[in-house]
């Protein structure tokens, strides 16, 4: 059987797990008008289910009626803008949406709602379109965004902001730009806008311009924190290292961001390393949001492959990025992409599914959350095993996080505990986050293939 070991340094305590989340794009405005919304949401936010704390909510793009100004070929990722073609200003326009927020604030469990915006309004597109023209020459971006709206689109932002809180809805961030990096025209299939560096950075002046401006009159804005640059992925040097450095020393932006947040698709285990030294090197410490992740892949087959790829990505984002708050793409999806918690016939409602990855978070957001990233050295492991580490500041308690991909049981010698015994859950092919009783480490512990495994001890 191969071997391995984790040592864990009490002693190194980092940053403290703050939220787990889920959006509720592409699917709330369907599931919002079932029956069984609310059996839904407490699987996804009640202390029973996920206990996840954070809401992103998306504000759509699409003014028309008939949502014809959207992507015609993937119809339910058309969410309506609360403007329509009249310049009315409806917050309660997506109905089915609102209906999900309302509902998840009463359940009291939710303490970070973000909103959310891929694309501007279309009539402040230059294409009127959720999405851009494809360019002339490949790979050369513009924004869709017309150069005479920018402040139009900011004072838009900001009327979403203060549409919600009217409404008894407790924002906490909002997000005016989503994953700028990339084209996002017609073959994405879905709305969104791209902006370069630049003007993702006068996007941010402008919105917190305006939240200050408002915040004189309407006392609710001054809590209201921008969450940027939702960049896609973490290793991007003009997206991100350039954007963080910008972000943490513009005298303009720097006092109104309290966090830097991107997203972990398609970013590795090295270039984690290498932005986190490059984040370190400038001796800035502002907590990182991993706000949008899901596994890339047009298959729904519910077996172990991607619970094991989330939690590899949950691992390395709280151990080496040190990020703070984790949210996962959608709450809930249908039976053809694995990019929902929940899978469900969103036109029915029926046929409630739980994957193995909605238990690969139960690993971490029912677990960890409040405690803090321990650290722990991992020697002569197979390429498979890796784990994390977490606990109280104090050291009277910790959470050893162990995920086994080999396709054999691994037997891990732990060290540097508190005791020598722990209390076992374990998520494999037959088992989701099943209680094993009390298990003695002290001759080690046999992870078995394909598994996720929590070690609480006490």
């Known amino acids: 059987m191969q ?15 703050t939220d787990f989340g889920a959006s509720a794009c592409w699917w709330s405005h369907e599931i919002g008008h079932n029956e069984q919304v609310d059996q839904y949401l407490d699987l996804l936010f009640g202390p029973k289910g996920l206990a996840l704390n954070a809401f992103r909510i998306n504000v759509g793009g699409c003014v028309n009626t008939d949502r014809t100004d959207g992507c015609l070929s993937s119809p339910s990722r058309n969410p309506y803008s609360p ?27 939710i303490s970070d709602f973000t909103i959310f915006m891929n694309s501007p309004p279309t009539t402040m597109t230059k294409n009127s379109r959720t999405f851009a023209d494809r360019p002339e020459k490949e790979g050369e971006f513009v924004s869709n965004l017309r150069e005479d709206c920018y402040e139009a689109y900011a004072a838009y932002v900001v009327d979403c902001v203060e549409a919600f809180l009217k409404e008894n809805v ?29 003007e993702v950075i006068r996007i941010c002046k402008l919105v917190i311009g305006e939240l200050n401006q408002r915040a004189q009159e309407n006392s609710m804005l001054k809590n209201v ?73 047009a298959d729904f087959t519910d077996n172990m492959d991607f619970a094991l790829e989330m939690a590899h990505v949950m691992c390395e984002d709280f151990s080496i990025l040190h990020t703070r708050h984790w949210t996962w793409w959608l709450g809930i999806s249908g039976f053809s992409w694995p990019d929902g918690l929940i899978c469900v016939d969103k036109k029915t409602g029926q046929n409630i599914t739980l994957p193995k990855r909605y238990f690969t978070m139960l690993h971490h957001s029912r677990f960890i959350k409040g405690l803090y990233n321990i650290g722990m050295d991992q020697n002569d492991l197979p390429t498979g095993v890796t784990g994390a580490a977490y606990g109280k500041a104090d050291g009277t308690s910790l959470v050893l996080i162990l995920v086994n991909s080999e396709n054999n049981p691994v037997n891990v010698h732990l060290s540097g505990l508190p005791s020598s015994e722990a209390d076992a859950f374990e998520t494999s092919q037959y088992l989701d986050c099943l209680y094993l009783g009390k298990q003695d480490l002290s001759k080690g512990y046999v992870l078995p293939a394909r598994s996720i495994t929590n070690l609480v001890i006490r």
């Open 225 to 297: 924190r921008i969450s940027m640059p939702e960049t896609a992925q973490w290793y991007q040097r003009t997206y991100v290292h350039d954007m963080y450095y910008l972000m943490c020393n513009d005298p303009e932006i720097a006092p109104y961001v309290d966090h830097f947040s991107a997203h972990s698709y398609g970013t590795t285990k090295a270039q984690k390393i290498d932005t986190r030294a490059y984040f370190d090197s400038l001796g800035i410490d502002i907590p990182l949001h991993q706000t949008e992740w899901a596994p890339l892949h």
């Open 3 to 17: 071997q391995g070991t984790f040592h864990v340094h009490p002693d190194q305590v980092y940053q403290k797990i």
């Open 170 to 198: 407790p924002v906490k961030y909002v997000s005016p730009v989503n994953e700028p990096q990339w084209q996002w025209d017609d073959r994405n299939h879905q709305e969104g806008c791209h902006y370069t560096p630049e």
């Open 83 to 109: 403007l329509d073609e009249n310049g009315r200003f409806d917050i309660t326009r997506d109905s089915g949406t609102w209906r999900v927020v309302k509902k998840a604030v009463e359940l009291g469990t």
